[in-house]
């Protein structure tokens, strides 16, 4: 039967992926506390959101492991992702839109595999200013951040790759890569090759932002299907708050620019936010400024899905283990949490049918600031912690 979905336009699931295992050093696991700190929830409510803040997962903190020159932390980096994609999968299913403060790139994988718990088909816009196509067979690192593509896509290190139990997560055509500026030989070999959608930092520039952007989203197409917008804030260029800043990139402006492109579109399904290490922002400036923007273009989003007067939009999942009744929307916990469960132990799921609802207005029936926590959507409030193939 069919698992019914009802977006809820207004709420957003807030997540904190709190992980550092697959960087090149400690910091980025103190991302999530750091961007609650400079005040994103208050942000997002006055922007127009009922926030579900799930709080953060156990961190994952980097360690040099000398031992597994070729993918270090992967044990690491595999507990973190086990443990957000259940959330992820919650957060879906409650129909508002997760958005997961990384953290490292890794966590991709975790909110990928989300959604494709419910849709058969996920893009993914990658705005990054590293192209993350190193596998454990060419890097000379062994940061697993620097493989993230490479893992979605289907090659590098089996752990990652059989994540999901029947990869690739995404098709190569399905992934645009944005706002690009650092590859090194063996990733322009992948380049030549892949039928990845690319849209390096000159080319953005070169086309304008707002172009560029529509484009992307066309190429995987974004504008019929479930797409996650994942951001490294090292897009940014000379974003001083990131393990490794970027220069000669995307400028503030034109990332702002994109992002309002990508934020407005209806089929958005998921955004993660990853990078930003708050050991490099003594003042916290990084951290407003994250804030801010996400602000900026969320509220923009909202204004055009009250503009939109579109009929609602019914899609394809995925879950052969699907709950074997409709699920409400806000009160859907041990229907997904057994749903979770069993995809685990399965690693896949198959040809089940989602149907994704949205009114067309997207206030009506807003509940009350009394009622603005979701059920559905796990607390893990408790568990708070305080340039180059890096994936930076």
């Given amino acids: 039967m069919a698992v019914k979905i009802v977006r809820q336009p207004y709420r957003i699931a807030l997540i904190g992926a709190a992980t550092s295992a697959a960087a090149l050093s400690a910091g980025r696991e103190k991302a999530p506390a750091a961007l609650r700190a400079a005040g994103i929830v ?30 270090r932390n992967l044990a690491g980096v595999v507990a973190s992702i086990e443990s957000l994609k259940p959330r992820v999968e919650q957060a879906v299913k409650s129909g508002a839109l997760p958005l997961i403060l990384g953290g490292d790139c890794s966590i991709a994988l975790a909110v990928v595999a989300g959604l494709r718990r419910y849709f058969r088909k996920v893009g993914v816009i990658y705005m990054d200013h590293d192209a993350d196509l190193h596998t454990p ?4 690192s062994g940061c697993l951040d620097g493989m993230v593509v490479s893992h979605l896509t289907g090659r590098g290190a089996a752990e990652l790759v059989r994540f999901w139990g029947d990869p690739p997560l995404v098709r190569e055509p399905d992934l645009a890569l944005f706002g690009f500026g ?22 953005v520039q ?43 990139g995307l400028n503030l402006e034109d990332v702002r620019r994109a992002l309002a492109v990508f934020a407005r579109q209806k089929h958005l399904a998921a955004i993660e936010v ?7 922002d003594p003042d916290g400036s990084g951290a407003k400024l994250i804030v801010g923007l996400l602000a900026e273009v969320l509220e923009n989003r909202l204004a055009a899905l009250r503009a939109d007067s579109s009929p609602p939009i019914a899609g394809q999942g ?33 040809e089940a049918i989602v149907q994704v609802e949205a009114s067309s207005d997207p206030l009506e029936g807003r509940p009350t600031s009394a009622d603005q926590s979701d059920p559905s959507i796990e607390n893990h409030a408790g568990e708070t912690s305080g340039a180059d193939e890096s994936g930076a």
């Fill in 42 to 71: 208050d942000r997002l409510k006055s922007a127009g959101y009922d926030i579900a803040d799930a709080g953060d997962d156990v961190p994952q903190v980097h360690q040099p492991d000398e031992a597994s020159p070729r993918a």
């Fill in 137 to 140: 067979s060419t890097t000379t």
């Fill in 182 to 203: 650092r590859l090194d030989p063996a990733e322009e070999g992948v380049l030549r090759q892949a039928p990845l959608r690319r849209y390096a930092a000159s080319d």
């Fill in 206 to 248: 070169r086309m304008g932002p707002g172009v560029a952007a529509e484009e992307a989203i066309n190429r995987i197409h974004g504008g019929g299907a479930e797409f996650v917008l994942h951001m490294d804030v090292d897009v940014i260029s000379d974003f001083p708050a990131s393990d490794f800043p970027a220069s000669g």
């Fill in 274 to 280: 990853t990078g930003y290490n708050p050991v490099k």
């Fill in 318 to 350: 995925d879950g052969s283990d699907r709950p074997s009744a409709e699920a409400a929307p806000t009160h859907a916990t041990s229907a997904a949490n057994s749903a979770a469960s069993d995809d685990q132990s399965s690693g896949r799921a198959t």
